[in-house]
């Protein structure tokens, strides 16, 4: 640990528990090669005291809602969308508690001109694309649209954010609990110029946790300028800057194997260890207490 990040009490109890049902970007991509790091699209479970927070809807959704389901108990998910790319949403009609009496599922996110966010939402299940509508959910749904800039309290956590740079548009999300902090940022592309993304900076600034969008190397990122994402380098320059606990990379390229990721931790968490940042790659079931 740097010296100028000096250790944090712990609190009593876990202010934010994060866990990881899909980490990979663009499409799922199960398989033998996949097995360590998971083959599911983004989804993040974070727990504020009673409250259950998704961060993104895509196809890790599915084994969350069968995890929740399992605990035979009344769902509430606030489930926040960073964006409404096909990768972000497809778990979403495969969400068994949403198909449930009783449940609530609440959903945030951005509506894209005139289409409202429940407009898109129903979009991807109408015929021929999907063999039910969104209407025949039976929890109880709500949608809520949010802009770059929203800020909003769920019990005693707060939710704030940020645009990133993504072709449509995306949100970088922060929750906040009993001075605790995570910062979900995929889907974001660093700045051409080499200047750090003010709005994104000052998102991440002071964060326990910050999970990014590094989905290529330095010379991948060569033949891939414009396409949205960010690289693993620029995540560790930008949790130096902010002054970030630990940094997660996220949303893996869908022809990167395990190996391939073993090989680029190995590297990058020197590279980040040496400007006073723990690095670690996101992994489906990886678990980290606040």
Known sequence: MSPSHPPRPAPAASALTVRFWGVRGSIASPGPDTIRYGGNTSCVEVRAGDRLLVLDGGT???RLGAHLMAQRAPCDAHVFLSHLHWDHIQGI?????????????????????KQSLQDILEAQMHSPNFPVPLSIMRAHL????????SALTLGDARITTAP?????????????????AVVYATDTEHLPDGALDSHLLALARGADVLIYDAMYNDEEYK?????????FTEGIRLAAAAGVRQLLFF???????DDFLDRQLAHHREVA????????MAR???VVEL
């Open 284 to 286: 489906e079931g990886l």
């Open 251 to 257: 949303h893996h390229d869908p022809e990167h194997d």
């Open 223 to 231: 033949t891939r300028v414009g396409w949205g994402h960010s690289t």
């Open 60 to 62: 890790g959704l599915r």
């Open 93 to 113: 009609p495969f969400f068994t508690p949403a198909f449930v009496p009783g449940n609530r599922v609440r959903f945030y996110g951005e509506r894209k001109g």
């Open 273 to 280: 260890r040496a400007v006073g940042v723990q690095a670690d």
């Open 164 to 180: 990133l740079n993504h072709p449509n548009g995306c949100l970088g999300v922060r929750v906040e609990r009993q001075g605790r």
């Open 142 to 149: 709500s949608f809520e649209e949010l802009t770059g800039h």
